[in-house]
């Protein structure tokens, strides 16, 4: 059996990845081989937590187009991801994992309250625990919620799974030479504005000394590949 590099990870997922080609709502052909790479984190004891994006259903700002008041538009995204979180908790549990959904916004019925010391001892327990509702705040984005969370859980690296296989100096659908970094800084993402996360989230990233995997959601075996220490992607931290 493989030895995870990471005890506890935070996996950051975004709502677009999870509709595949589909490019709008749930892609089960995507969704099923996602879960059944994190049950295998699971298995070889990495602590695993998610934070999942909306933008598959909806995008506050950006959906929004300056039609709707800004803070209803990010609550309406906030419930989006919600949807995306019971999509791959039902998806878990099919595959014999012990899953909890947990949201910023309270709606008790369908999942626990965000509690950080609830979501500490579930992970503690082996069990995936997955994030809805961003940081329950408008204005601010599902990247910047997975870097709090992973702060306040104590993750040692943030896993940004994109429809991107790393960070490059130029957006490679439109630059055929644009150069794939291996390695930055968090200074080298902010002063060259290369789009990680927001600024907020490299920021708290930053502040908090946590690392940032970005690597492509397209094959799901990145995951695991990311959490039994294998080099993949781009890898963001503090300069040496």
């Not at 947990?102 to 916004?105: F, K, L, N, R, T």
């Not at 789009?195 to 989230?201: E, K, R």
């Given at each position: 059996m493989d030895t995870p590099k990471y005890k506890r990870v935070l996996v950051k997922i975004s709502g677009e990845a999870l509709a595949g080609d589909k490019h709008f709502g749930l892609n089960f052909d995507v969704i099923g081989p996602v879960c059944d790479v994190i049950k295998r984190c699971a298995d070889i004891g990495c602590e695993v937590g998610i934070v999942v994006g909306g933008g598959n259903f909806w995008r506050g700002v950006k959906d929004g187009g300056g039609k709707m008041e800004r803070t209803r538009a990010d609550h309406m995204g906030m419930l989006a991801t919600t949807i995306n979180a019971l999509a791959l908790c039902d998806a878990l549990e099919q595959r014999g994992c012990e899953v909890r959904v947990?949201?910023?916004?309270g709606m008790n019925q369908i999942a626990e309250p965000y509690?950080?010391?609830k979501a500490t001892r579930h992970l503690s327990k082996g069990r995936v625990v997955i994030f809805a509702c961003g940081t329950g705040n408008p204005y601010f984005s599902t990247d910047t919620a997975a870097a709090l969370r992973a702060a306040e859980i104590g993750a040692e690296v943030i896993?940004?799974?994109k429809n991107i296989d790393g960070v490059y100096d130029s957006d490679p659908a439109k630059n055929p030479d644009a150069k794939k970094y291996d390695h930055l800084s968090y200074m080298?993402?902010?002063n060259q504005g290369l789009?990680?996360?927001?600024?907020?989230?490299t920021s708290l990233s930053m502040d908090n000394h946590i690392p940032i995997l970005v690597f492509a959601l397209s094959d799901p075996e990145n995951i695991y590949r990311a959490v039994t220490g294998e080099q993949i992607g781009t890898l963001?931290?503090?300069e040496k």
């Open positions: 947990q949201s910023a916004i509690i950080r010391n896993l940004l799974a080298d993402v902010l789009g990680v996360m927001d600024t907020t989230a963001v931290k503090e």
